[in-house]
DNA sequence: CGGACAACCTGGCGGC
DNA sequence: TGCCGCCAGGTTGTCC
């Protein structure tokens, strides 16, 4: 599930090869349907000819500035996007859904299995992005800024994490993986929290992301890096997992293994033991 | 604001 | 072996 770690590497991972260069044409080999914002021909049309100025990442969308336009991907899912050679094959071209001529003689192409993801073009990107949070590793995101997010909130921690208007990027396995480095139970909600959970929460939020991006995201089933292969986060994931593929998943710290539970519509995985729902009130008072 | 739920999609898995 | 049915998940939209 592309997040922020995957959809930053990605980005870092297509940056050179398409940053400068000059889109010749798009191709869809099948309908769009709902995956553009325009109709695919227009779309097609209106890149013609139009550099790729810089490539970036806003929450979860791929952010290539052109020219004239903004081209704006979302990988959702199961998208994917990599650059070959026009004969050069991929894995994932049979599920491919667009592909840009470069004037270097690549292709940048985009599948997608699920036809979940998006591919936008508009020349205002803040008038079609939805509203979105902070970026959580951006110089920005203070604890205090954090914590003012926090004050006046109600819900759940896992669907406020998950909330792209509340902050942005974090998507289900590195919400798990920051609750649990920060001994935080899913249900606990924003307004029990205290200063040093608050803290513990805002640095673990950071932590979780930086790793991933450091281990080029989690391949759990479908994500690759634009080269193709598989990021290194999967194998040092605390709590998430498949437990299809991996039975007796144990809680890093204490070796209790880890439960599973639905939140908000979402499977959540957390550690009973170091992630209680409240403290205890004996355990409040001899911390003090 | 927040929770619940449906919808979008389809590969891959569990179950039989 | 083969078929059926359901689940996963990011996001949007609806309803209360």
């Given amino acids: 599930m592309p997040e922020l770690p995957e959809v930053e590497t990605v980005v870092r991972g297509l940056r ?50 052109l020219d004239r336009d903004t081209l704006l991907i979302h990988l ?18 049979a599920y491919l859904r667009v592909r840009f001529a470069l004037n270097d003689g690549h292709e940048l192409r985009f599948s997608d299995a699920r036809k979940f993801g998006r591919v936008l073009l508009t020349d205002a990107p803040d008038s079609i ?9 951006e110089p920005e995101f203070t604890l205090e800024a954090f914590a003012a997010r926090l004050a006046g909130r109600k819900g759940v921690l896992k669907s406020l994490l998950l909330n792209q208007a509340f902050i942005a990027g974090v998507g289900n396995i590195y919400a798990d993986e920051a609750l649990n480095m920060a001994r935080l139970h899913p249900l606990r909600t924003a307004d029990s929290l205290s200063s040093a959970e608050i803290k513990r929460l805002y640095h673990a939020i950071q932590q979780a992301l930086e790793t991933g991006i450091t281990m080029q995201g989690a391949s759990i089933n479908w994500y690759r890096k634009p080269d193709g292969t598989k990021g290194e986060q999967q194998q040092h994931l605390r709590v998430y997992h498949d437990p299809r593929q991996e039975k007796d998943k144990r809680c890093p710290e204490c070796g209790t293994p880890i439960q599973t539970m639905t939140v908000g519509q979402r499977g959540t995985h957390f550690c009973p033991k170091c992630q209680k729902v409240r403290r205890t009130a004996a355990k409040a008072h001899a911390k003090g």
Avoid: H, W
Avoid at 41 to 50: E, F, K, S
Avoid at 79 to 85: S, T
Avoid at 129 to 137: I, N, S, Y
């Fill in 16 to 65: 050179e090869a398409l940053v400068g260069r000059t889109i010749l044409a798009a191709e869809f080999p099948k309908p769009a349907g709902r995956m553009t914002n325009i109709d695919a021909d227009l779309l097609a049309a209106r890149v013609q000819g139009q550099r790729v100025r810089s490539l970036s990442r806003r929450a979860k969308y791929i952010v290539a500035a």
């Fill in 76 to 93: 959702r899912m199961t998208g994917r996007l990599y650059i070959r050679e026009p004969q050069q094959s991929d894995p994932a071209d």
């Fill in 129 to 137: 992005l939805p509203a979105l949070g902070p970026e959580p590793l």
